[in-house]
């Protein structure tokens, strides 16, 4: 069974600070992996997704995940926050076989002035 | 524009009155699903669809009905609504293939007294 943890609800940094946010998955076999983005009153948007294609992962607004099989992480990274960044963000794995998505319990990501 | 819709974004409603969410999506997608988000417990899949007149619970299914008739929607049914259905509701949709993205609608608030 697929699962994926997310250390970590709440994350504050400072504007300029690197943001660090923390995904580890379990899967049985190789995973498609995910960073979901939800801004207040709104969907969730994809970020980037890990698809074996490369290790290192860029997505959209700056933000980059590198995949570490032998850690089994997937953590989401950009080096200098924003105020626009504040939102909550979610890991979520699948597998080939099927479409689903499991999602982790999310990261509420505060930035600060 | 590419996109998921849902109505109506905001319902509140008594215990046992039936209601139906509806979706929509006009990006041909073959795979629809429904999640519902909780504080502390990320989205989790009620029911999903592979295709048309095929659908299949997900890890929270008791309480909801869905049906895919046509392609484009997939609307998600409650014949008794209960308080502990209150939560934030998404449909998403995608093609088909392990790796593809869902696509998110913009969420129905509901909450049932």
């Known amino acids: 069974a697929q699962s994926v943890t997310q250390l970590g609800s709440h994350v504050s940094v400072s504007e300029g600070a690197l943001v660090l946010l923390r995904c580890n998955y379990s899967?049985?076999?190789?995973?498609?992996l995910f960073w979901y983005v939800q801004y207040p009153n709104q969907g969730l948007q994809l970020l980037l997704k890990?698809?074996?294609?490369?290790?290192l992962v860029k997505g959209i607004n700056g933000f980059e995940a590198e995949f570490k099989k032998s850690e089994t992480s997937f953590h989401l990274t950009k080096p200098s926050a924003h105020m626009s960044d504040a939102a909550e963000y979610f890991c979520a794995v699948s597998t080939g076989n099927t479409d689903k998505l499991i999602f982790g319990t999310g990261t509420r990501l505060q930035v600060f002035p | 524009e590419a996109q998921v819709t849902q109505n109506p974004r905001y319902l509140i409603t008594v215990t046992g009155k039936k209601l139906t969410v509806t979706c929509s999506q006009n990006m041909n997608h073959e795979y629809m699903s429904w999640y519902r988000q909780d504080p502390g417990l990320g989205l989790r899949q009620i029911y999903y669809?592979?295709?048309?007149?095929?659908?299949d619970k997900g890890d929270v299914p008791e309480g909801y009905k869905v049906s895919r008739k046509e392609k484009r929607n997939f609307p998600l049914i409650l014949e008794s609504p209960s308080p502990n259905q209150t939560s934030l509701y998404f449909c998403a949709s995608s093609s088909t293939g392990g790796a593809r993205e869902q696509y998110f609608g913009p969420g129905t608030r509901l909450t049932v007294t």
């Open positions: 669809s592979m295709n048309v007149e095929v659908t």
């Open positions: 890990y698809t074996s294609a490369a290790t």
């Open positions: 899967s049985s076999v190789p995973p498609y």
